[in-house]
């Protein structure tokens, strides 16, 4: 199993920009898809966008579509979200995930997350 280590969230006003990284361990990060997931209060965990296992496919929820962009560094073991234009609606902890069936259904296993806040 992938270790999973999300950081880069905080407090930003509508508008505004976040990226947010994945630190993953272990030798096989490389041959995963991965994905980004995000939870807001009272809701359930949604899909937010995944990248193939080498980097050359990406989806995207509806709702991020042309605001985010995910992007992986298989050397460093490293996952990232660049998130644009972010709306108050973007508020959730977020996560990344191995993908287990493409493009949106995660593992079973889940990290600490990172906060995202979005002030309006």
């Known amino acids: 199993q992938v270790q999973l280590v999300e950081s880069g969230g905080g407090l930003v006003q509508a508008g505004g920009s976040l990226r947010l990284t994945c630190a993953a361990s272990?030798?096989?990060?490389?041959?995963?898809?991965m994905g980004w997931f995000r939870q807001a209060p009272g809701k359930e965990r949604e899909f937010v966008a995944a990248i193939s296992w080498r980097g050359r496919t990406t989806d995207y929820a509806d709702y991020v579509k042309g605001r985010f962009t995910i992007s992986r560094d298989n050397a460093k073991n490293t996952l990232y979200l660049q998130m644009n234009s972010l709306k108050p609606e973007d508020t959730a902890v977020y996560y990344c995930n191995t993908v287990d069936r493409w493009p949106s259904l995660p593992s079973d296993y889940w990290g600490q997350g990172t906060q995202v806040t979005v002030s309006s």
């Open positions: 272990g030798r096989t990060f490389s041959t995963y898809h």
